[in-house]
């Protein structure tokens, strides 16, 4: 390798798999300015093009949008999910391609593309608390965790600020509050219930959901593509936050590159 090319190969860090987790430390080491390489074993996802079912009606969707007989074949654990449709199902690993032992049942959704889950996850978003934290501690189980949620705390505050997080602080010990914007507006049921229940329960509160809210949701929002206060009509078959949006816009930054593993 000549000196050029090896300087041109020569990263300070190497970020593997490109879904959230791998697109967010992406983001950050090249926003720090480091020269950043992003390896993903799976095909590539360029935004808009690569949605092939995004803008089709429920209608013309082929099987009634339901796993054929040769989807449940190719993929008898994943076409159980719950959103497993003719409009998701290229965003999912088939089974058969990608098989593995189950120890214990053990059923392992996967999306092997540049995104990974962050195109099929369903955007709820809730802070862990220190119970999360310190529960394995507390039953036994395992080692104690080296983290609490004042080390994490932080790290919510920047994300929730970045994504867009709709919801509410409510104040409470199992849900910490965020960096919240507005809520959704409930509904005359859900806001009588959620009115009621104190004079019932003492220990129960009905609170809005936390879901993260794009540009792209919204967008569709203000041109009317909602069938209710919170479920696209077009739901399952939209980009979802950041993973291939991301690599893609950093990929243009000059210091992240990203590549294909061949597999
Ligand atoms: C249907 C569904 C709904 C969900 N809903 C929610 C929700 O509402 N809220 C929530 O918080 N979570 C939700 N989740 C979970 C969430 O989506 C995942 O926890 C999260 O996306 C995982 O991100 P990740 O980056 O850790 O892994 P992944 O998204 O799986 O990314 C891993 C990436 O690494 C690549 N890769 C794997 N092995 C290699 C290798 N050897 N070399 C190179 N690349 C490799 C893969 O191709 C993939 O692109 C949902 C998940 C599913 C499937």
Known sequence: MTTRAQASHTYDAIV??????????????TEGGLRTLVLERGRPVEHIKDYPTANLAP?????GNRATAQDAADSPIQSKLYLYGQDSKHFL????????????????????????????????????SDLDFTANAR???????????????PWYDVVERFIGVSGENAGLPQLPDGQLLPPFEMNCVEAHLKSRLPQVFTDRVLIASRCHVSDFFERRQMAGMLDCSGRRRSFERLPRFLGDEEVARHRDCGNCHHYRLQS
């Open 16 to 29: 593997v798999g490109s879904g959230i987790s791998g697109g967010w430390a992406a983001k950050v080491l």
């Open 59 to 63: 209608w013309e969707l082929p099987h």
């Open 93 to 128: 690993v088939k089974d058969v391609e990608h098989p593995y032992n189950q120890v214990k049942p053990f059923q392992w959704f996967r999306g092997y593309h540049v995104g990974g889950r962050s195109l099929l996850w369903a955007r709820h978003c809730f802070r862990w």
């Open 139 to 153: 039953e036994g189980v395992g080692i104690d965790w080296p983290i609490r949620y004042a080390d994490i705390a």
